[in-house]
């Protein structure tokens, strides 16, 4: 549904199609809710079916639409974070060789990545008081419409702002947010984009992307993303670790 929704225009029928199970996935996670509720486990679903705020529980939307956001933000934006950085390194080899000899590198290179190409590109927040911004008066109750790809792109606080500088000291990004909504997936995204880099690299390092064939989001204010990405490599040997899917 996320990728369709992002990578198709309206009109395509790809897109009417992911929209018209909207409803139905809805429904599955609100029936995993009434079960959790009847059903309590250690899990995020019991915490939320359970949750007192201000002085009430959450509303069955509420907590659907909660969960609807956790299954959300942890799909598109860390394959968007996969793919941009490997479409950095097909098209930068200065930058994928010195990963490939270092792999001590990737860390920070996931971190750049995270800045550069910052897979939630905006979001609004509500204004919880009044306040002048920029020259601007923002009443308590306003809806703000947050550019944090403008602030991983500030010049005053990044230097080379416009450019993936792999090996960035000190980068204080905001691609997660900041403060009490920021993401909470960010610790496992970080660590499966780790694991995902330094796999493409160490198997099949020497993988060439078709440029022609190569197809981002059209026109997503909210996130970035790819809709494909050809691609050639020769593959690399088997790890000899399990295969959890048995194939």
């Known amino acids: 549904f ?3 929704t992002s990578s198709y225009e309206p009109s ?3 897109f009417r199609s992911a929209v018209a199970r909207r ?3 809805w429904a599955e996670l609100a029936g995993f809710a009434a079960f959790r509720r009847a059903n309590p486990a250690d899990d995020v ?3 939320l079916v359970t949750a007192v705020i201000d002085g009430r529980p959450l509303t069955d939307d509420e907590i659907t639409g909660i969960m609807w956001n956790l299954v959300a933000g942890g799909l598109d934006t860390t394959t968007s974070l996969v793919s941009w950085g490997l479409h950095h390194l097909g098209t930068h080899p200065d930058d994928r060789t010195r ?3 270092d792999p001590s590198l990737i860390a920070g290179a996931v971190e750049e990545f995270l800045r550069y190409y910052s897979p939630s590109e905006t979001l609004t927040r509500t204004a919880t008081r009044d306040v002048e911004l920029g020259g601007r008066q923002i009443r308590r109750g306003d809806v703000v419409f947050i550019s944090w790809v403008s602030a991983n792109h500030d010049p005053s606080v990044f230097e080379g702002a416009d450019e993936v500088r792999i ?3 000190v980068n204080k990004h905001l691609a997660f947010g900041l403060g009490g909504h920021r993401c909470i997936g960010s610790s496992i995204a970080r660590i499966e984009s780790e694991l995902m880099l330094g796999d493409v690299l160490s198997r099949v390092g020497d993988y060439q992307i078709d440029v022609d064939g190569f197809k981002p989001y059209p026109g997503n204010l909210l996130m970035t993303g790819v809709v494909a990405m050809p691609v050639t490599f020769t593959p690399g040997a088997r790890s000899g670790a399990a295969d ?3 194939y």
């Open 167 to 169: 090996e960035r000291a």
């Open 244 to 246: 959890p899917f048995g």
């Open 2 to 4: 996320f990728h369709a």
């Open 99 to 101: 990963l490939i000899a």
């Open 23 to 25: 409803d139905d996935m």
């Open 12 to 14: 395509d029928p790809r």
């Open 45 to 47: 679903t019991t915490a």
